[in-house]
Nanobody, 129 residues
Framework: QVQLVESGGGLVQAGGSLRLSCAAS????????MAWFHQAPGQEREFVAA????????YYADSVKGRFTISRDNAKNTVYLQMNSLKPEDTAQYYC??????????????????????WGQGTQVTVSS
């Protein structure tokens, strides 16, 4: 089992920044490829960004490219999402997730929530206009 706990959400004005953190415990965190998703009320859970266990190969949704940066610190068992130039449409619950070990880490496979084995409880991000 891997337990994931997100933090860092909050209320921010448009154009502002937030950094989300996802702290992992349990089984070896560094062996997992990780991702962030978000879900707005009444909407499906959507992919935001993913990072390989080495931290070398990130993927981003088109809507956040150039604004968000995913990173990880395996020594601290933590993955981060730095969010800059926030927009009201970024408002959502943000979740971190650990990709199933059986799933090949690729640009297409990281998009689907069904490819993930462990999820955090989420942290709310609200961007006011």
């Amino acid at each position: 089992q891997v337990q994931l706990v997100e933090s860092g959400g909050g209320l921010v004005q448009a154009g502002g920044s937030l950094r989300l953190s996802c702290a992992a415990s349990g089984r070896t965190f560094e062996n997992y490829n990780m991702a962030w998703f978000h879900q707005a009320p009444g909407q499906e859970r959507e992919f935001v960004a993913a990072i390989s266990w080495t931290g070398i190969t990130p993927y981003y949704a088109d809507s956040v490219k150039g604004r968000f940066t995913i990173s990880r610190d395996n020594a601290k068992n933590t993955v981060y999402l730095q969010m800059n130039s926030l927009k009201p449409e970024d408002t959502a619950q943000y979740y971190c997730a650990a990709l199933k070990k059986s799933t090949y880490y690729s640009a297409s496979r990281v998009l689907s929530p069904t490819e993930y084995e462990y999820w955090g409880q989420g942290t709310q991000v609200t961007v006011s206009s």
